[in-house]
C-alpha cells in the first residue's frame, strides 16, 4: 500500500521556522522525484521545490527560493522541506508528491497544516 505521509507543520510567527517532513512507503522512493506543493484557501495548489532521484538537483519556485530547501534521504524513504524566514503569505496546506521517472504513475500525500501568524 503506497503510502506518504507528512509530518511538521504547525502554528508558527512570522520569521520562525519549520521542517516538513514526509515518509514514504509501499514503492520504490529512490526510483521517484520528490517535490512539494502548497495550497493556500481559495487558491490553486502550486509547486513549492523539487528534488531529483539522488538529491543532486533541486529547483524551487521564486518565493521559495533563499528561504526553503528541500532534501531526501533514501535511505530513510523521506523528504524534507526546510522553510525559514516564514511569512503569513506561507499559510497553506503543504503536501509531498512522488513523481515516477519514464512513467506517469505519481502519488500524494494528505497535507500538513502550516500557519504563519502573529
Known amino acids: 500500500q503506497v503510502q506518504l505521509v507528512e509530518s511538521g507543520g504547525g502554528l508558527v510567527q512570522p520569521g520562525e521556522s519549520l521542517r516538513l517532513s514526509c515518509a514514504a512507503s509501499?514503492?520504490?522512493?529512490?526510483?521517484?522525484?520528490m517535490k512539494w506543493y502548497r495550497q493556500a484557501p481559495g487558491k490553486e495548489r502550486e509547486m513549492v521545490a523539487g528534488?531529483?532521484?539522488?538529491?543532486?538537483?533541486?529547483n524551487y519556485a521564486d518565493f521559495a527560493k533563499g528561504r526553503f530547501t528541500i532534501s531526501r534521504d533514501n535511505a530513510r524513504r523521506t523528504v524534507y522541506l526546510q522553510m525559514n524566514s516564514l511569512k503569513p503569505e506561507d499559510t497553506a496546506v503543504y503536501y509531498c508528491?512522488?513523481?515516477?521517472?519514464?512513467?506517469?504513475?505519481?502519488?500524494w500525500g494528505q497535507g500538513t497544516q502550516v500557519t504563519v501568524s502573529s
Open positions: 528534488v531529483t532521484i539522488d538529491g543532486g538537483r533541486k
Open positions: 509501499g514503492f520504490t522512493f529512490h526510483y521517484y522525484v
Open positions: 508528491k512522488a513523481e515516477g521517472m519514464g512513467s506517469n504513475t505519481e502519488y
